[in-house]
């Protein structure tokens, strides 16, 4: 006969931990956890159970402490392996929470709790193939672990088996009624599903409020202190501010805003940073890091601040700033960029739109009121990573590939979870009304058999052959590149492009879009309407399949669309954040003039705020030729990045990169660079003369340059050659004594 096996009594300090956090009583189970540390000595479990009240508390900081101080004691313990791989998730050390996880499901591959945060690490990790297998082995534990089950449907709607998703995900709610983050995931996935309506999401925004309202409140203190003068604190809030879709957006806006109407505080959600981060820390006025803090402290520092306008970036996605703008952190609350829906919240008054995204008649789609810009509801700058590329010869507009392949290339580079049957079948009737042609697919992990298998099997059971798609992986250094071998791109329904289409148009390749009956499905349209390219935004499937024909009939034409929209965007209202940022301030005093008196004039928008300090355009143009005279080129580039964040197409920079090349004796680019220069200010005697200068110098033929001349500026070379090289400061305008004449682009 087996002994019976029984399970060893747990200390009463350890029990109670473990009933005080189940019951939610986080701060109490923290105490007793403590207590059963000094009470007990070092234990697994005692460190277990702070560590997760700590980051139930949101304390993540300290867990991880928590974490590294176990794990001194205890190496090989599970729980607090697996426990502990999520917190350095959550703190952003996601090589080390790998490695902590891995060790785990390899001890015990019989870990659920292991492998749902494994497959968490694996779709923060953009892993998506790898994360699908790892929900698969959560789920063969246990098939109704709510987290589980939303993880697995994530994964699905990252490797492209969107029609796969709605299900689980629906259950994932159904077993976890209260779990925010499962209802969050919700919403974000019923923007791919044909059948979602507007209302909808409106409806279901509504009951994610409602889970809200039913936790922990904040309320307002009546008597803390009001800001009752100077220019209006704008907070922006966000777990995207980095190298990520949104930034695209946000950096030209702050940049381009008014020092005297507007003071900006940039609050961070994300525990990492990077380049851009820094960019966007250097704009603002303050820049306040809010990872890992509770929902109180969070409530706490913003309400401390005394903004007068609070704007919400991320709506239901990723760390959103939601939960704690629903305690009402500023007078006035918006949203705008992060989700393209309503957020469903009470506490937020207004949604920033346009009229092309939210047509009259849309309103009932919000929770909100909506402010519509004239134009477009954003501006957008390629290359925020690393502007002064955008001069450079691998990021111009090229003719149409078609011209050198002789076959059409469709195109897509959005998320596998964009391409959804219905998008399928609409590229395939293209496909079949143009023979000759044939799609490219760019997308993550497609180089992976996990994801492209079942992504080639759909495109073959709507009727795609094969053969005709070319599949290419996503990398960072490919975001606008693929577009070189791109003829037309196809946007995906319902859930458009945003920032690929922007990419899309920026590097010339037309986007034919299906505009539908909610913002999601006409952020395309908007863009397009920012070209005035309407005729590219479609009302119905047939329009979408006749209009992409039409321009694969005519290469020629098609050529000559793609080598004039990069002038169109770059002049329209898509690429003009001034224009932008002047409405945005006048919605923001509307807003706030119920609350408070606010000053209204304008100071000057003759340049840009970084540093903690205005900085006029003269000034920048004085620290650019000192610099360049310095040969200082490490500071040169970087204050040059900095210009471009408020001035993105201006001649000053190509100008002073040929000076850095032609100083470290790379002739080519030297030359090409000035050529850049003297077509963004034709009219600038001194480029001219700097460039025939250096053509003499270089032993370059000079024929083309004195024939332009003659031609377009009736100007003879030899008449301008008199006058010699000019210097860094004739050529910058900088006389002593006078002020800095540096026109805009296109001057």
């Known amino acids: 006969m087996k002994p019976i096996q029984i399970a060893p009594k747990l200390p009463r300090q350890i029990d109670k931990a473990r009933t005080l956090y189940q019951a939610g009583q986080y701060r109490a189970a923290l105490r007793e956890a403590e207590k059963a540390e000094q009470i007990l000595g070092k234990r697994a479990d005692a460190s277990y159970w702070q560590m997760a009240a700590r980051l139930a508390l949101e304390d993540t900081k300290k867990a991880g402490e928590i974490l590294r101080d176990g794990l001194q004691h205890f190496p090989d313990d599970i729980e607090l392996m697996s426990l502990g791989g999520f917190v350095l998730l959550r703190n952003g050390e996601h090589q080390q929470a790998k490695r902590l996880l891995q060790r785990c499901v390899d001890i015990d591959p019989g870990s659920l709790s292991a492998w749902v945060h494994f497959t968490a690490l694996l779709l923060e990790l953009r892993e998506p193939a790898a994360a699908k297998e790892a929900a698969l082995k959560a789920l063969a534990i246990n098939p109704d672990e709510a987290t589980a089950v939303c993880n697995y449907a994530i994964a699905l709607k990252e490797t492209g088996e969107m029609g796969e998703v709605m299900a689980p995900l629906r259950k994932a709610v159904k077993l976890a009624p209260r779990n925010l983050a499962i209802r969050a995931n919700l919403l974000f996935a019923m923007l791919f599903a044909q059948e979602t309506t507007a209302l ?32 209006i604190r704008l907070g922006l809030i966000s777990n995207d501010l980095m190298r990520h879709a949104c930034s695209y957006f946000v950096l030209p ?33 303050q820049f306040i890091e809010l990872a890992g803090k509770s929902t109180a402290d969070i409530v706490e520092i913003v309400r401390n601040e005394q903004l007068d306008v609070l704007i919400d970036l991320g709506g239901h996605t990723g760390t959103s700033p939601l939960p704690y703008m629903v305690h009402g952190l500023a007078p006035v609350q918006m949203t705008w960029l992060g989700y393209p829906g309503s957020t469903g919240l009470k506490s937020i008054q207004y949604r920033i739109s346009d009229w092309t995204c939210d047509p009259e008649g849309f309103e009932p789609h919000y929770a909100e009121t909506l402010l519509r810009a004239p134009g477009v509801f954003c501006t957008y700058a390629p290359l925020i990573h690393s502007p002064l590329k955008a001069y450079g010869p691998t ?16 195109g897509s580079c959005n998320n596998l979870g964009k391409v959804t049957d219905q998008t399928v079948a609409l590229w395939r009737t293209v496909l079949e009304r143009c ?70 148009l920026w590097m010339g390749v037309p986007v034919v879009t299906l505009a539908g009956s909610a913002f999601h499905s006409r952020m395309s349209a908007s863009f397009l309407h920012a070209l005035g390219l309407d005729g590219l935004s479609c009302r119905n499937e047939e329009e979408y399949v006749d209009v992409a024909v039409q321009l694969a009939a ?29 409405w945005l301030e006048d919605q923001l005093t509307e807003a706030v003039r119920p609350h408070r008196q606010v000053d209204s004039t304008p100071g000057s928008h003759d340049g840009v705020y970084f540093s903690d300090t205005w900085h006029t355009m003269a000034e920048i143009v004085i620290a650019i030729a000192g610099l360049l005279e310095a040969g200082r080129y490490v500071e040169l580039r970087a204050l040059l990045e900095t210009f471009c964040a408020k001035w993105p197409r201006h001649w000053i920079v190509p100008y002073a990169l040929a000076e850095i090349e032609h100083r470290n004796g790379q002739h080519e680019a030297a030359v090409d660079y000035l050529m850049e220069s003297v077509g963004l200010r034709p009219y600038h005697l001194p480029l001219y003369r700097l460039l025939s200068a250096r053509l003499d110098e270089y032993q370059y033929d000079k024929g083309m340059l004195g024939e332009f001349m003659l031609q377009q500026l009736g100007v003879p070379l030899a008449l301008v050659e008199q006058q010699g090289a000019p210097t860094v400061l004739e050529v910058l305008g900088i006389n002593v004594g006078q002020p800095v004449r540096a026109e805009p682009a296109h001057a």
């Open 200 to 231: 909808d999401l409106l409806r279901e925004a509504k009951a994610y409020e409602a889970l809200l309202l039913a936790g922990p409140r904040f309320p307002r203190d009546d008597n803390a202190p009001k800001r009752t003068s100077g220019p």
């Open 253 to 285: 806006l702050i940049a381009n805003l008014d020092r005297a109407r507007v003071e900006v505080v940039a609050f961070s959600l994300h525990p990492l940073s990077d380049h851009v981060t820094e960019k966007i820390r250097l704009h603002a006025n």
């Open 395 to 410: 990021y111009r507009v090229r003719e149409t590939p078609a011209l050198r392949t002789g076959t059409i290339t469709f």
């Open 435 to 504: 023979p000759n042609s044939q799609l490219l697919i760019e997308a993550r992990d497609i180089d992976s058999e996990a994801v492209r298998a079942p992504l080639l099997t759909r495109l073959t059971q709507a009727g795609i052959d094969p053969d005709r798609v070319v599949c290419v992986p996503r990398q960072a250094a490919n975001q606008y590149l693929t577009y070189h071998d791109i003829d037309i791109v196809l946007d995906t329904v319902p859930l458009t492009g945003g920032t690929t289409t922007c990419d899309a």
């Open 554 to 582: 005519d290469i020629g034409q098609l050529n000559d669309l793609r080598l004039s929209l990069r002038q169109r965007f770059e002049q329209g209202p898509l690429a003009d954040g001034a224009a932008f940022a002047r």
